[in-house]
């Protein structure tokens, strides 16, 4: 897998419209042929396809971006990953995902909604003006980063697709193929991977439909071509390689809740004073940072609260963890 280092782009270095559509068209041929291994049954391998692995993305600044904070070095974004697909310890998902077929890539709109359609990669990417948005990101696992993602507001797709007044959830279902993705027979999970958001944590202006970060489209290992991005959430809530979004009535199955649901609950809000059954969520370890700045207290809603806590005013947080 071909890891860069991206400085932070100054606009006059930005790979224009034209360029960008050309390197999709080489990665389309790269896919194309990396299709033939696929016939031999073996894990997809072909050298074209790791060369296509980054490419730059035109950004706008945006106000929703968190300001002063340092971001986590590219590296740790993208070796210490949660990717179970692609293994289960931290350095799995950099080793084995660089295969991965990211392009051509569908992701299918369906369920409650007035005008349900397939989107190409392509379409998603230029829908919408692409943003750079710093984040803090905190795993369930009680770790940090600081991530400036790239993408736009979740909720201009959803504006576009027209949900009906029935739908009140909104579920993610990510790539599932094994023959892609052999680690998935190692982990007792119920594949696809599944997350879901009420239809108001949706259209959030926060929640990012996210296809890059550091100015470049996402590596595979931090879920190519595109994920979501919910901040004010433990980092599971955020599925990688999206392919499907459905608009449903009831509270979708999620993947961790459906594991452990005494430890993963459906809104997994960042929330301090509840305690995870295993661990304390009072502090959190900020991957990166100098050793005496390393251990951080927890912030309620991992410091969204201003913009986020009116969506639960009236709910027991304690309850609905
Ligand atoms: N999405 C899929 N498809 N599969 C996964 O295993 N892991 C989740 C989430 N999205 C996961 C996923 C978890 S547990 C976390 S903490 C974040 O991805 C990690 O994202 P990162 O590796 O980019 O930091």
């Known amino acids: 897998m071909l890891i860069r280092k991206p400085s932070m782009i100054p606009s006059s270095e930005i790979t224009p419209k034209e360029v960008y559509g050309n390197r999709r068209k ?17 894990r997809l391998v072909h050298p074209a396809v790791e060369v296509a692995a ?7 600044k945006s106000p929703l971006s968190t300001a002063g904070l340092t971001p986590t070095a590219y590296k740790d974004i993208t070796t210490y990953n949660n990717f179970y697909e692609f293994g289960t310890d931290k350095g799995d998902p950099s080793r084995n995902a660089g295969h991965l077929q990211t392009y051509p890539w569908n992701v299918k709109v369906e369920g409650l909604v007035a005008k349900p359609q397939t989107f190409s990669i392509d379409e998603l990417v230029k829908l919408r003006p692409q943003e750079e948005r710093v984040y803090r990101f905190r795993c369930v696992e009680a770790w940090s980063m600081v991530i400036p993602w790239v ?17 009140r959830y909104v579920q993610f279902l990510t790539l599932d ?7 998935m027979s190692q982990v007792n999970i119920n ?3 599944s997350e879901g958001l009420r239809m108001d944590e949706a259209m959030h202006p926060l929640t990012l439909l996210t296809f890059g970060l550091y100015g470049e489209t996402l590596p595979n290992q931090d879920g190519a071509p595109v994920r979501i991005v919910v901040p004010w959430k433990y980092g599971f809530k955020s599925a990688k390689s999206i392919v499907k979004i459905r608009f449903v009535a009831k509270q979708p199955p999620t993947t961790w809740n459906e594991m452990a649901s005494n430890e993963y609950g459906f809104y997994s809000n960042v929330n301090p004073d509840v305690d995870h059954p295993r ?5 959190e370890r900020a991957i990166g940072a100098p050793i005496w700045k390393q251990r951080q207290p927890t912030l309620p809603f991992n410091g969204y609260g201003d913009q986020v806590a009116s969506l639960y005013a009236g709910m027991d947080l304690k309850k609905n963890y």
Not at 151 to 167: E, N, R, W
Not at 177 to 183: A, F, L, V, W
């Open 191 to 193: 594949w696809p991977y």
């Open 54 to 60: 980054a490419t730059k993305l035109p950004t706008v």
């Open 151 to 167: 993408g736009y507001s979740l909720s201009a797709l959803i504006q576009q697709c027209q949900p009906l007044s029935s739908a």
């Open 177 to 183: 193929d094994p023959r892609q993705m052999p680690e």
């Open 26 to 42: 080489f990665m389309a041929a790269a896919a194309a042929t990396a299709g033939l291994a696929a016939l031999t049954g073996e």
């Open 279 to 283: 661990w304390s969520q009072k502090t």
